[in-house]
């Protein structure tokens, strides 16, 4: 499971961007899974400012590249932070 961060001062509407992305329903904050293409099984969880987000990937491997700037979009939008802020704070971590 990994956490991501929410960026101080972004307070974005996870549930909504979660069915704009991925068209799926659920309580954030109790968690829960859902399937997306080409990514597989996801299990998101917010508590206070971080997301905890587990994935299981799909044995069916998947060549079209717009899903990982879908999954990038919506990190972007849900933590207020790009990739590259990202990467840096997992590596911070290790």
């Not at 990994?2 to 704009?20: A, C, Q, V």
Request: proline share 2%; charged share 35%.
């Amino acid at each position: 499971m990994r956490e991501y961060k929410i960026k101080k001062g972004h307070n974005p509407n996870i549930e909504k961007l979660i069915n704009k992305y991925f068209g799926v329903k659920g309580d954030i904050h109790k968690g829960f899974k859902f399937k997306a293409d080409g990514i597989g099984e996801i299990s998101i969880k917010q508590e206070k400012n971080s997301l905890f987000i587990e994935i299981n990937p799909t044995k069916n491997r998947c060549s079209d590249f717009g899903i990982i700037k879908k999954w990038n979009n919506f990190l972007l939008e849900a933590t207020g932070k790009d990739a590259k802020e990202r990467k840096k704070e997992l590596t911070k971590i290790k």
